[in-house]
T-cell receptor
């Protein structure tokens, strides 16, 4: 069965520090992978996505993620975190079902940024 | 502005009330989704509509009743809810075509059932 694991429930970093959020997936075929961010009281915003091709993908707000098939991972990174990056981050894998697009989400990682 | 709007943003209702959540997408998409987001749980897909036809119902209790009158509007009718139904309800839309396509989310409706 398809699943997504985000092993870190809560991460705290200092502003300016680097960041890596972990994501592992279980999926039988070539996965479609996504990272979404949710600020308090808001819906989910797409940060980046991987469909095929270059395994290092660039997203908005200076984020990037690397797809590693051998490790079934799609970790999110940012070289220097800003206070405005404090939010909840969700990794998701996409699956096709009856001609619709299903997203299977992890439980999320809450990022706290200290000044 | 994500192109997907939801009303109301907050809703408090008693267990005997009947209310409806509304979602509208301005992106010209052909598929719409309802998700439930509870604390400490992954987002749960509830319903999917593709070209106004329901294509997914993930064993959602009948006290939740979706309606999709056209490809731009999606409703979730609520009746006889339980306190454990309190959650953030998110609507999303996508353009379904070959491959997998990203979903665009609305801001959600925060529902509290007393």
């Amino acid at each position: 069965a398809q699943s997504v694991t985000q092993p870190d429930i809560h991460i705290t970093v200092s502003e300016g520090a680097s960041l890596e959020l972990r994501c592992n997936y279980s999926y039988g075929a070539t996965p479609y992978l996504f990272w979404y961010v949710q600020s308090p009281g808001q819906g989910l915003q797409l940060l980046l996505k991987y469909f095929s091709g270059d395994t290092l993908v660039q997203g908005i707000k200076g984020f990037e993620a690397e797809f590693k098939r051998s490790q079934s991972s799609f970790n999110l990174r940012k070289p220097s975190v800003h206070w405005s990056d404090a939010a909840e981050y969700f990794c998701a894998v996409g699956a096709k079902s009856y001609n619709t697009d299903k997203l299977i989400f992890g439980t999320g990682t809450r990022l706290q940024v200290f000044p | 502005e994500t192109g997907v709007t939801q009303t109301p943003r907050h809703l408090v209702m008693g267990m005997t009330n009947k209310k409806s959540l509304k979602c509208e997408q301005h992106l010209g998409h052909n598929a719409m989704y309802w998700y439930k987001q509870s604390a400490k749980k992954p987002l749960e897909l509830m319903f999917v509509y593709n070209f106004k036809e329901q294509t997914e119902n993930n064993s959602v209790p009948s006290r939740f009743s979706p309606e999709c009158p056209n490809s731009s509007h999606l409703f979730l009718h609520l009746h006889t809810l339980q306190p454990e139904d309190s959650a953030l309800y998110l609507c999303a839309s996508s353009q379904v075509r070959i491959g997998h396509n990203e979903q665009f989310f609305g801001p959600g409706t925060r529902l509290t059932v007393l």
